[in-house]
């Protein structure tokens, strides 16, 4: 049998886009607190539907506000990927279809109740689909038609302030393959990002010097994540498309299991999400709604199925599951050690629009 080989990395170019960037700063705090409507309203999470009686009533829950994302130019992007880490929360942007345009967005969420908007930026000829923190850089994965790029799949760092709270520069980009960069996790040294369809796979990205060192093919590869730890060393969980597997790597993209979940995450050119906890992997698998799974064995432990059958991003929260199940909104569920999911109810937002991706 043989297996892809990490170490056979395609080449990647390292672009230092400082002359020649478009990337907006914008952290005039005036202004962008207008971008912010605080709320204080309670949201309805209507229950499912149970056989038997609901042993466990769904938390209560309050929207504390709605801001209204970028414009870059007289264009309107969308939000695609959060990463909150301490009480800064990093918000990516894109616009739908063959357009190029997106944006980021730093939030003060110290206080819950009232989050505050500290820092923005935009660029017209690159979607953000997601980011991820490493020490006093974000990293943005996306596509780019920057000039100079083999491909479209890219990710850019871009300095923050010392204290996380401001976009401070452009610090370049390195070409990946494929046309999109799904997905992106950190450690201290290393990116590691999932590009998308067609010659997609898991890259691994020197922080430091942004270039490539190593490359697992995995065509449309859409999630990675570093929170499952083996013996104290973390490891690499993949989560591809059409179909739906899950593959979990060593740190430097050598194969050590993988199991395909057939009739899952089976719509081209779509949403997929992995969140961790401890052994239990949280999957937003698309038509196959969320899965439930050991990443120990790769054992099935539960699905739950959306009621309109996209379930595009998965998060845990403790006992508490959240999934983002597009025109359906978000739908809650609790938990248990042993990774079984018993739906509670769902809620939605009055802007009527569709849940995506959740955290």
């Known amino acids: 049998a043989c297996t892809p080989s990490a170490l056979n990395a395609p080449s990647s170019v390292s672009v230092n886009s400082a002359d020649a960037s478009m990337l907006k700063i914008n952290n005039d705090s005036k202004a962008l607190s207008k971008r912010l409507q605080r709320k204080n309203e309670s949201v309805t999470v209507t229950p499912s539907d149970f056989s ?21 130019g007289d264009v309107q992007v969308q939000a695609t990927n959060v990463h909150i880490e301490g009480n800064l929360a990093y918000v990516s942007y894109d616009i739908a279809g063959d357009e190029f345009s997106g944006g980021a967005y730093i939030i003060d969420i110290s206080n819950p109740q009232q989050p505050i908007l500290l820092s923005e930026i935009t660029l017209k000829d690159t979607d953000y689909y997601s980011l991820a923190k490493s020490g006093d850089q974000i990293f943005l994965s996306g596509a780019s038609l920057r000039t100079g790029l083999k491909s479209r799949a890219m990710v850019q760092a871009v300095q923050l302030s010392a204290d996380g709270r401001q976009f401070v520069s452009d610090q370049g980009l390195v070409d990946l ?14 990116l590691y990002v999932t590009t998308g369809a067609q010659d997609g796979g898991v890259a691994k990205v020197n922080a430091a010097r942004m270039e490539q060192e190593a490359f697992y093919p995995l065509e449309d590869a859409r999630s990675v994540s570093l929170d499952y730890q083996e013996d104290g060393v973390a490891r ?89 199940e597009g025109e359906d909104g978000v739908s809650m569920a609790v938990v248990d050690n042993a990774g079984s999911l018993q739906k509670l109810g769902s809620f939605q937002f009055n802007n009527t629009s569709s849940a995506n991706m959740v955290a």
């Open 236 to 324: 690499v969980v993949a989560f591809r498309g059409t179909p739906g597997a899950l593959h979990v790597l060593d740190q430097n993209l050598a194969p050590l299991r993988s199991r395909v979940f057939p009739d899952t995450a089976t719509v081209p050119f779509s949403k997929s999400t992995v969140e961790i906890k401890g052994d239990l992997a949280l999957v937003g698998a698309g038509d196959g709604g969320a899965l439930s799974l050991k990443l120990s064995d790769l054992s099935l432990a539960a699905t739950l199925k959306a009621p309109g059958g996209l379930t595009n991003g998965a998060s845990l929260n403790g006992q508490w599951a959240f999934m983002a």
């Open 177 to 190: 393959p494929s046309f999109a960069a799904t997905d992106i996790s950190t450690d201290e040294e290393s």
């Open 52 to 72: 038997t009686q609901q042993s466990i009533a769904a938390p209560a829950l309050k929207l504390v506000a709605e801001i209204a994302p970028p414009l870059v």
